[in-house]
């Protein structure tokens, strides 16, 4: 039994947050680099079929395409959104087979990094669709301050963005951004811990 009913469920989910990924146009280029190329993605149980032309500017995302790609990942449905939900690596999607992959191995490893950021963006994009069947259980009391956190996050973020954009232009033309996202990551891990902790002892 799979998570989405049909391919009108898979598109609205899977296929919604590959839809944001032009508006992240600068993180993900960083992180993958300018070297034009397209990652096709061949999913079924329900079937899905994504092109994500990197070469563009702003990066493009193509559905229903016949294009052959120039890296291709084949799928189920359930497998990619693991994937991006960072419950299964890469490697060991291929390992067990639960991801085919058809193409260079080393165009494949240029788009490796995405694959290390989406855990971090798409439960956000599940949680903004109400898809509550697909995510832990919010906490109490979280919807009476959602909004005006979002807001002010999100300028956080921004500025956030903003300062290493200026670091990397006037100060450190080789800054690691894949490094400070790791270090978000474990940040929000360490605030996850220290949240939960009292919970336990309770």
Do not use: W
């Not at 890296?71 to 960072?86: I, S, T």
């Not at 989406?118 to 259980?137: F, T």
């Amino acid at each position: 039994m799979t998570l989405f009913a049909d391919a009108s469920a898979a598109r609205a989910v899977v296929g919604g947050f590959l839809e944001r990924l032009p508006s992240l146009d600068p993180l993900v280029r960083e992180l993958v680099g300018d070297e034009p190329m397209v990652l096709k993605l061949e999913l079924r149980e329900p079937p899905l079929t994504v092109a994500l032309d990197l070469g563009a500017r702003p990066l493009a995302v193509r559905f229903d395409t016949a294009e052959a790609g120039t890296v291709a990942l084949c799928a189920k449905v359930d497998d990619l959104h693991a994937l991006l939900a960072g419950a299964i690596s890469v490697g060991g999607a291929i390992t067990r087979k639960r991801v085919v992959v058809r193409g260079s191995a080393a165009r494949l490893m240029r788009v490796m990094p995405f694959f290390f950021l989406a855990p971090y963006l798409y439960p956000q994009h599940l949680a903004a669709l109400g898809r509550d069947d697909l995510l832990p259980a919010a906490p109490v009391g979280a919807a009476t301050t959602e909004a005006p956190m979002n807001s002010l996050v999100s300028r956080l973020a921004y500025a956030a963005g903003f300062a290493l954009g200026l670091l990397q232009t006037r100060l450190v033309r080789d800054l690691d951004v894949l490094g400070a996202l790791a270090a978000l990551g474990r940040g929000l891990e360490r605030a996850r811990a220290a949240r939960s902790g009292p919970r336990a002892s309770t």
